[in-house]
Nanobody, 129 residues
Framework: QVQLVESGGGSVQAGGSLRLSCASS????????MGWFRQAPGKKREGVAV????????YYAEFVKGRFTISQDNGKNTLYLQMNSLKPEDTAMYYC??????????????????????WGQGTQVTVSS
């Protein structure tokens, strides 16, 4: 059973930066698709960025391209989301998700939360203007 625990959220002013972390455990075999999703109050959850554990392919939502970077440290089993140039509209609960094993990660995993079988509890990000 894969377990995911997010951390690193907080409050920041517009233009600032935060780095989210997702510590994971319980992986078996290989081939996982790891994603960051977010949900603002009253809105649907949306994909932010995705990375494949095999090969490191990355996919980003248009609204974060050039500002956010997803990365992984396989030795530490940790997923990261570096968020720069934050905007008030980035305010949301951010979730880490995993799909696998044996998954070939593609851009389709960015927009389809139902494809994921493991989720963290979320970490709140608040950006003030």
């Amino acid at each position: 059973q894969v377990q995911l625990v997010e951390s690193g959220g907080g409050s920041v002013q517009a233009g600032g930066s935060l780095r989210l972390s997702c510590a994971s455990s319980g992986y078996t075999d290989s081939g996982y698709c790891m994603g960051w999703f977010r949900q603002a109050p009253g809105k649907k959850r949306e994909g932010v960025a995705v990375i494949s554990t095999d090969g490191g392919r990355t996919y980003y939502a248009e609204f974060v391209k050039g500002r956010f970077t997803i990365s992984q440290d396989n030795g530490k089993n940790t997923l990261y989301l570096q968020m720069n140039s934050l905007k008030p509209e980035d305010t949301a609960m951010y979730y880490c998700a995993a799909r696998g094993p044996g998954t070939y990660c593609t851009g389709a995993y960015l927009g389809t939360e139902s494809l994921y079988n493991y989720w963290g509890q979320g970490t709140q990000v608040t950006v003030s203007s």
